[in-house]
């Protein structure tokens, strides 16, 4: 296998406008070099390869607790969306990330970097038809942070999904988990 371009990007912890419809349409169609660095530029050079060659690429995100990897897999899908002129466009975008939130109260959790940290992995498969168009993709998680469940280090938390169960103790469809407060049952697993 072979090695593309590399980009290392930082996360500025604040919205740029950087990654709105004019840059991609800027990037759109470009040859790697011809622009600044930027994730537009990694999608579209899989995406003109994708197309030339008929081969399937994969761009790998990597990086820190809270360097921005969700955001820029965002960003690609986006990217994709457009330049693919997609019927479904947006859509396809929403769909793959209307698994977010309940992946993160599963996966994510506290911590002393990042209050949303995900505690996992993902592999986003993005399916293309004939015409290059999207058609539909597949979303798989891999929970990287078993130990978390039973032990958290100074400062940080169990998984989110754990403290929301805790806070809907009460409701009667709870009742049966005979759940208490949060600082109670975290003392069970330790």
């Known amino acids: 296998s072979v090695v593309g371009i590399i980009l290392v990007a930082i996360n500025p912890y604040k919205q740029l406008p950087i990654y709105g419809d004019a840059i991609i349409h ?7 070099g011809d622009m600044d660095p930027h994730i ?10 994708m197309a030339r060659n008929n081969k399937n690429q994969s761009i790998i995100v990597s990086g820190e607790s ?27 975008e929403d769909k793959v ?3 977010n939130p309940i992946t ?3 996966g994510n959790a506290k911590t ?4 949303n940290s995900s505690r996992f992995g993902k592999y986003t ?3 293309f038809d004939q015409s290059y168009q999207i058609i539909g993709a597949n979303m798989r998680t891999y929970l990287l942070e078993k130990s978390r469940v039973v032990f958290q280090s100074e400062n940080e938390r169990n998984y989110h999904i754990f403290y ?7 409701q009667p469809e709870f009742k049966h988990l005979k759940l208490g407060r949060s600082q109670e049952n975290n003392q069970l697993f330790v």
Request: some cysteine; glycine content about 4%.
């Open 40 to 49: 537009f530029a990694v999608a579209e050079e899989a995406y003109k390869q």
């Open 164 to 170: 929301q169960l805790c806070a809907l103790a009460m």
């Open 66 to 92: 809270g360097a921005g990897k969700t955001v820029s897999a965002r960003y690609t899908m986006r990217y994709f969306a457009a330049v693919s002129k997609s019927s479904s466009n947006a859509q396809v």
């Open 26 to 32: 800027a990037y759109s169609g470009q040859n790697m």
């Open 112 to 115: 002393t970097r990042n209050d």
């Open 125 to 127: 498969e993005i399916s």
């Open 97 to 99: 990330l209307a698994s």
């Open 104 to 106: 993160e109260a599963v």
